[in-house]
């Protein structure tokens, strides 16, 4: 239990794990958290409020406090960590040694209150802010692009792969302000599905000529991890498996997450004729989750823009390896072309490549193997040794 004097630190993001719609960004934020209040820090996440949560909890050791929605989070949690300084509200008594700032697109301007704040950027959003309408997007992103930059001039950022830090760049953060820290994993809660890489390839290809074990075999079974919204491009995944369901009858998709966007996916599905072919499980448990993980031969992820990719990561504990869009960015970084999977450029390519390590078992079996070995390699204590790091840095 952290003392009233250990180190505090407060963590600024527009919305925390059990959000709705929280996904990626927010499993970071959470996660490195969670490891320094493992390790005696006091720490305090500001977030905002959602239908029947409750207004303050602590998940992890970490003490969250919900206030406000989608806009109004911003002022809400600058209130409260001006309110921690002058001793009032939910935080009096916690004076943070350091400040992490999430800029989702846009920044809580936590610097204004603290100099010892860090600016977190997943990745720069010039891609997905027409979908906030032709005002809301160009205001938007000239806070992304001209204002932050400006205000955090004298700031240290974390970002979390290096084309997300060349993007910081191409604004005007100075790189040598910038620390590349990127994402961990947490064990998963089931086995892989064969330990063996060799082994799986056999069985795959056993049971692909045996009708009666096809439903086991996962050489069929394409899976989507994902918030559902516009900018992950969910209709690509799908127009994958319209475009590959009349030479492969066995071919089914898992699209596991929910989002605003689902309707409309779901409405996608039945125009392009699959949608008795695809099952939207919506949000599952970390259990059903992993199991659906593990259960298919290929991870989509054709996202418009991604910082790093946490579930590419998560795919390939099982041995699934992800093919993605190289124009999303951070996904050069996560995926390692032909080596650890796949990256394409466009719809047609993407169609491509899925066909290719569906029909070739040994093939996808050789890159989720690279893909489980390098896996192994990240770790959310190593996460978090990294922002001590930069902690360790701010003046």
Known sequence: ????????????????????????????????????????????????????????????????????????????????????????????????????????????????????????????????????????????????????????????????????RAELVDLGVDADRIDVVRAGIDPPPIADRAQNPADRAQKSADRAHNPADRAQDPGGRIVVLSRLVPHKQIEHALDVLAALAEEMPDVTMDVVGGGWWSDELREHARKVGVGDRVTFHGHVSEERKHRLLAGARVHLMPSRKEGWGIAVVEAA???????????????????????????????????AATRKLLENPGFAVELGAAARERAAGYSWSATADGFERVFARLR
């Open 317 to 351: 504990q099982h041995g699934v390896p992800t093919i993605g869009y190289r124009a999303s960015a951070g996904l050069t970084d996560s995926i390692d072309d032909e080596v650890t999977g796949m990256l394409v450029d466009g719809r047609d390519e993407l169609i």
């Open 1 to 164: 239990m952290p003392t009233s004097t250990a180190p505090a630190v407060a963590l600024l993001c527009w919305r925390d794990l059990d959000h709705p719609q929280g996904g990626g960004s927010e499993r970071y934020v959470q996660r490195v958290g969670a490891e320094l209040a493992a390790r005696g820090m006091r720490v305090a996440l500001l977030t905002a409020a959602f239908p029947g949560c409750d207004d303050e909890t602590v998940v992890d050791g970490v003490r969250i406090i919900r206030r406000g929605g989608r806009l109004t989070v911003y002022p809400r949690a600058l209130l409260t960590l001006a309110g921690a300084r002058l001793g009032v509200g939910p935080l009096r008594g916690f004076a943070p040694d350091a400040v992490v700032d999430t800029q989702n697109g846009v920044p809580f301007f936590a610097s204004l209150l603290s100099r010892r704040t860090v600016v977190l950027v997943h990745h720069c959003h010039r891609e997905q802010w027409p979908v906030a309408g032709p005002v809301l997007s160009r205001l938007g992103w000239w806070i992304e692009s001209r204002l932050s930059p400006w205000v955090h001039r004298r700031r240290r950022y974390v970002t979390v792969s290096e084309p997300s």
